[in-house]
Structures are given as structure tokens and as C-alpha cells.
């Protein structure tokens, strides 16, 4: 059993940064992909990104590569999405994730544990 918190939401002007943290229980973390995803007001949970077993590989949809980084640290049981340059279309739910194996697969339906969410806002 793994449980996820997040943590890290908030309100941002547009261009701006945030960084969201992922907390995860249990000592399987390290051997869990870990992946971000949202759900934006009146849409699907979509894919954002994930992160290999050791944080040396990663997986973004192509709308957020460039701005959006997932990193991880295994010794904290941590994974991070850091967010920049912002904008309004970006708010959303944020929910991180977790899968066994090592296939960065971008369908929810892939991940086993999920956290209940984070909010972030974007203003503009």
C-alpha cells in the first residue's frame, strides 16, 4: 500500500512558478514510477508528466515540456513537479501518482496509488 500527499498548490499570476511536492508512505517508493497528472474545471484528467525509478528519465506531454520538470528523491520519498512560466490554462487539480514497473505510461489507468490533489490557480 503506498499513500500519496501532495502539497505545493496555490494561486500564481500568469508567468509565474510554483513547485508541487509528493509525499509518498511505505518503503516501495523507489520502486514505484511516479506520475503527475490534472484535471482542469469541466475536463478529463489528463497526463502531465513522469519520472523512471531512479529520476533519470522523464515523460512530458508536449504541451508542457520546457516549463514543466519532475524530479524525485528517492531518500525523501519525494517527487516534485516544478511548474514555470504559467499560464491561466494551467489551472487545474494537480494529482501525483504511482505505478509499479518501470514503463513511464502516461494512462491513469496504469497507476495503482493516487493522491487526493492539489490546487493550482492561475491568474491572469
Known amino acids: 500500500q503506498v499513500q500519496l500527499v501532495e502539497s505545493g498548490g496555490g494561486l500564481v499570476q500568469v508567468g509565474g512558478s510554483l513547485r508541487l511536492s509528493c509525499i509518498a508512505s511505505?518503503?516501495?517508493?523507489?520502486?514505484?514510477?511516479m506520475g503527475w497528472f490534472r484535471r482542469a474545471p469541466g475536463k478529463e484528467r489528463e497526463f502531465v508528466g513522469a519520472?523512471?525509478?531512479?529520476?533519470?528519465?522523464?515523460r512530458y506531454i508536449d504541451s508542457m515540456k520546457g516549463r514543466f520538470t519532475i524530479s524525485r528523491d528517492n531518500a525523501k520519498n519525494t517527487v516534485y513537479l516544478q511548474m514555470n512560466s504559467l499560464k491561466p490554462e494551467d489551472t487545474a487539480v494537480y494529482f501525483c501518482?504511482?505505478?509499479?514497473?518501470?514503463?513511464?505510461?502516461?494512462?491513469?489507468?496504469?497507476?495503482?496509488?493516487w493522491g487526493q490533489g492539489t490546487q493550482v490557480t492561475v491568474s491572469s
Open positions: 519520472v523512471s525509478l531512479s529520476g533519470s528519465n522523464s
Open positions: 511505505g518503503r516501495t517508493f523507489n520502486s514505484n514510477v
Open positions: 501518482a504511482a505505478k509499479s514497473g518501470s514503463f513511464l505510461s502516461q494512462l491513469s489507468i496504469h497507476y495503482d496509488y
